[in-house]
């Protein structure tokens, strides 16, 4: 078997199992969401309903609302080494 013909077949082999990992896994497959910095917001999004009273008042000496907080969590960045449970 010659260079070209291994190379057909290897593309070929690739092509094919791209799509098929591409039907089981679907958008999960081109986007971070396992990512820890993502797997962190999408906890912040599903469990940031209110805010203790020191965060309230942290968050008015900002003149902010946790709604705004809320928003721009789609746009923060993650620290991973810096963040503690």
């Known amino acids: 078997m010659d260079l070209k013909r291994r190379l057909q077949l290897y ?12 039907f089981f896994y679907g958008d ?35 003149s902010i609302q946790l709604s705004d907080v809320r928003a721009s969590i789609a746009e923060a960045s993650v620290h991973v080494r810096d963040t503690k449970r």
């Open 28 to 62: 999960r497959l081109t986007n971070a969401a396992w990512t820890p910095e993502e797997k962190i917001k999408q906890r912040m999004r599903s469990t940031l309903l209110k805010s203790t009273p020191e965060a309230e008042q942290q968050l008015a000496a900002w």
């Open 11 to 22: 593309l070929t082999g690739l092509i094919i199992g791209g799509v098929v990992a591409y």
